[in-house]
């Protein structure tokens, strides 16, 4: 028999006892994500802009046994940010799991007719808000030494900038959560802190009506996203279950649909292209 044990397989990795904090934990992805981390042991730090929905899917959880706490907070204000991943240790001791999940979609309206106040909102939340993630937490993840995980939401349409409608804001917040995931990875490089990044395809969530209620303008959805979104199949609890299984392999990319894969490949192939014609 072989003693050789791999830190990578599921039962190496110390889910149990360890401390999450998940941003946008309200709902879909992020609800996922604190549902199958307490499943693992892992107490959850749930965080997000909504008071109640915040309180009520907390309640949801601890209900099934999880221990859990709510912090809210918008994402897009760096000192509370601050001050919530100070609660957050107080509250749960050190932590070693961070999610920026938190996040807006606006899709389907032309570039040059977008408000605005959206496009500075869009930007405040998915870039701004996954920097103030990592400047928050990071530093108190270095200094207690025990190694941790930094999970960063990117999209698919980070990987596919073209699909045919209109995502351009969208689509630019998440390829910025790419660059800077990946200079991340290198600033965290033999600190035992791995960072992840997350490109989900559609995912069953309540992103639209979300989105609805907080966009910062009257601005009616595009007639496109509706119908993109009830095309979305798979639950949330999948996704986050695959993040999981990403993160104890130490992926530092992890896609949710693998079948995309042909149509993200028709973007490396204009780029290739481009390649082969230059002088
Ligand atoms: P969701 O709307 O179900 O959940 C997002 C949560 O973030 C909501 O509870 C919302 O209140 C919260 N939130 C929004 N603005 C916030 C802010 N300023 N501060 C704190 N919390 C805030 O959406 P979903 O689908 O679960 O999305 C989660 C992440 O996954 C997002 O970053 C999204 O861009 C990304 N994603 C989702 C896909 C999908 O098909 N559902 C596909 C690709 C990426």
Known sequence: MSTERSTNSPAAHPWKGRVAFVSGAASGIGFGL??????RGVRVAMSDVRREALDSACARL???GADVAPFVLDVADRAAFYATADAVEQRFGKVHYVFNNAGVGEVGTPLDQVPDRVFDWVIDVNLRGVFNGIKAFVPKLRRHGEGGHVVNVSSMAA???DP???QGVYAATKMAVTALSLDLRLALAGTGIEVSILYPGLVRTDIAANVGALRP???DMPP???ALLAAADMPPETAAEIVLRGMERRAPLIVTHPLMWPVVAQFHDQVRAAF????
């Open 62 to 64: 601890a209900a099934e």
């Open 164 to 166: 045919g409608w209109h």
């Open 159 to 161: 990987l596919v900038p």
């Open 276 to 279: 082969e014609a230059a002088p």
């Open 217 to 219: 303008v009257a601005y």
């Open 224 to 226: 496109e996203t509706p």
């Open 34 to 39: 604190a549902r199958v981390l307490a499943s």
